[in-house]
């Protein structure tokens, strides 16, 4: 990939006297053409504007292209003014084709017109020149096995990790960078046909997904691939999904667990990677924020290379022989080309709500107002009851509130530290009360529906309350089920704080056990491993791996070991982050004469789970 450099821009500087020559006004245009050129780059990317389309006719020998705009990877428009007719013979490149499927592209090109006379001539030797450059466009083929139509996979985005690869096919997985928290991500699968050879191919292979969750609610994916053919060039992608735990820490692996791959083609056994591990950043934010900060983060020079100098509008089935042609389909380009502008986002968002039920989406950008934190009331401070906090939020609704709309408060501190906190929420108001003669202050706990009858001043809204255990605070969502006039929702909120693992008592830990799937392993010196956990008489909780010894090798917050150079055998406690006394251990066996095949697990009687408890009388 070139890099495609106008900065920095220079402009001419007039000043009184100053003589001006052809490359004074060159200069003057090019600084202009640069600058408008260097931020369509920047903002559009390279695509299609508008139309642009193909169609076939029905002479079977020619194609109609409609009008429409483009912009390529040099930020350069290009623009058909009006719809053509073109037969296929007469594009450039269609004499050079040499397989039955073609690209139509399309790119910029520059054309001098209007000869005139030159008066200087005898300084340039041209007795007449060029008097404007018309911008315009051209039309070429090209074989589709030629055009570099090759995606990018890995980026600051997406990483990839290579399966396989030989004559005839290559895979890989591909992953995101950094995913979020408590959200769904997926690994994908990719497989690329590299030949035209006749061959099946079949794939096996186990991911450990520690600090993930697969649909089975398992830590790991087995990957199945069972006797596909593919035509040249073609790709095959199975996605396979995965939830992120939301639990402490800033980095989480996918591991191809040691020996569990193999790849046959034609039932023969071909080569195949036996282990990799790919790490993945763990944020607190949506992925569209994630997005929206790592592309504010890429530097001009990462933005400002680019290799698209032509625009593909579409791939077009030949039928053909020595003599003659005929078009047999003409396709749109699969990858979408088109480029999103911001004058169509309003459209965008008014079709995309009919298919997002539950999305988090632009709830508060559509209210006329921000909400703003309230801070909380903390009436049990004093009483010494500090596990305890309540207070009062408030959510605008704006005035074009509806049926249907979510709105959502601020990030509320609730005081009582990061922690595993529980936080209820009451819609709060005031009602005439006729036994006492004057208003009176409730709040109603639950669904407000079962009291709307007896008070018309409740607003039917159907909540949830999102707590962020790590920063101490927490988020009120409310989803109106009828219109109101309201403009601002009242809640009374409590958030209690349970106690932590070192608070229970001991009797907290009876019966509670975990054990490593495989307490004892054989590696070979650096080589990975994830210790996967087994939970007895308890739920899943957090987890802590840590090293027993110095030199001991390495190993991740989620259980990712890596044996050290040295021979030996290595400890790893393995506890409950939350009930450090219920804790296991696990041991690796470093071999440099390992065997060839998957690592050792040694077989042994099964051991009693270590349980150190406190001296209390249970």
């Known amino acids: 990939m070139a890099s495609k450099q106008v900065y920095p821009f220079e402009r001419n500087r007039y000043y009184p006297g100053k003589m001006l020559t052809t490359a004074d006004f060159q200069a003057e245009q090019s600084y202009h053409i640069n600058k408008m050129r260097f931020m369509n780059s920047l903002l559009y990317g390279a695509g299609i504007v508008c139309g642009c389309g193909v169609v076939n006719l029905d002479s079977d020998l020619s194609i109609l292209v409609e009008s429409g705009v483009a912009i390529d990877g040099d930020g350069r428009e290009i623009i058909i003014d009006s719809t053509l007719v073109k037969k296929l013979s007469a594009i450039e490149g269609f004499d050079d084709l040499t397989s039955n499927t073609a690209c139509l592209c399309v790119r910029f090109k520059e054309k001098d017109i209007h000869s005139v006379y030159a008066v200087s001539h005898k300084e340039s030797d041209q007795e007449y020149e060029y008097n404007r450059i018309s911008e315009g466009y051209e039309l070429f083929l090209v074989d589709k096995n030629e055009y570099d139509d090759s995606e990018e996979v890995e980026s600051e985005f997406l990483q990839k990790e290579k399966l396989f690869k030989e004559s005839d096919f290559e895979g890989y997985i591909v992953l995101p960078t950094i995913a979020s928290k408590g959200r769904n991500v997926k690994a994908q699968l990719v497989i690329r046909k590299l030949s035209s050879a006749d061959v099946k191919l079949s794939y096996r292979g186990i991911l450990d997904i520690p600090n993930f969750s697969a649909p089975d609610g398992s830590q790991q994916i087995d990957i199945a691939v069972d006797e596909i053919r593919l035509p040249e060039g073609k790709i095959y ?3 396979f999904w995965m939830k992120v735990q939301d639990q402490p820490g800033e980095d989480a692996n996918v591991i191809l667990r040691s020996g569990s791959a193999a790849a046959f083609k034609d039932d023969k056994a071909i080569s195949v990677e ?36 032509s625009i593909k509008l579409a791939e077009i089935d030949l039928l053909r022989n020595d003599s003659a042609y005929v078009i047999d389909k003409v396709r749109e380009v699969k990858k979408n080309p088109y480029i999103e502008l911001p004058s169509q986002e309003k459209q965008k968002n008014d079709f995309l709500e009919f298919f997002h039920k539950d999305a988090e989406i632009s709830a ?14 903390m009436d049990y401070a004093a009483s010494g009851l500090k596990d305890i906090a309540t207070g009062v939020l408030e959510i605008p609704l704006g005035r074009e509130a509806r049926t249907g709309d979510i709105r959502y408060s601020g990030e509320i501190t609730h005081g009582l530290g990061a ?25 109603v706990y639950g669904n407000p529906e079962l009291f709307s009858r007896q008070n018309q001043q409740l607003v039917d809204a159907e909540t949830a309350v999102r707590v962020l255990n790590d920063k ?39 019966g509670k056990s975990i054990t490593a799937k495989t307490p004892t392993v054989v590696m070979r010196p650096r080589e990975n491993y994830y210790f996967g956990i087994e939970y007895h008489n308890m739920e899943a909780c957090s987890i802590t791996y840590e090293l027993t010894a110095s030199g001991s090798g390495e190993i991740t917050t989620d259980g990712v070991y890596t044996a ?11 506890y409950c982050s939350d009930m450090p006394m219920v804790c296991t251990y696990a041991y690796a066996i470093v071999k440099t004469t390992a065997q060839d095949d998957d690592p050792g697990v040694i077989e042994e009687k099964e051991k009693e789970p270590l349980v ?4 209390v009388n249970l």
Request: charged fraction near 25%; charge should be neutral.
């Open 564 to 574: 050290p150079a040295k021979e030996g055998v290595y400890e790893i406690r393995i």
């Open 419 to 443: 922690g595993n906190v529980y936080v209820s929420i009451g819609y709060e108001y005031l009602s005439q009360d006729q036994a006492i003669g004057a208003s009176a202050k409730s709040t």
């Open 612 to 615: 150190k408890l406190p001296n």
């Open 472 to 510: 101490g605070s927490f988020v009120v969502a409310a989803k109106l089920l009828h219109d109101v006039d309201f403009l601002v929702l009242t809640y009374r909120w409590v958030a209690i704080k349970f106690p932590t693992g070192e608070e229970l008592k001991a009797a907290d830990y009876y």
């Open 274 to 309: 036996g282990s990799f591990s790919l790490r993945v950043r763990m944020s607190d934010e949506m992925p569209a924020s994630i997005i929206r900060r790592e592309n504010g983060k890429l530097s001009l020079e990462m933005r400002n290379v680019s290799h698209i100098s």
């Open 364 to 377: 508060l950008a559509k209210a006329d107002i921000k909400p703003v934190p309230t801070q909380p009331v």
């Open 237 to 239: 992608i199975a996605d």
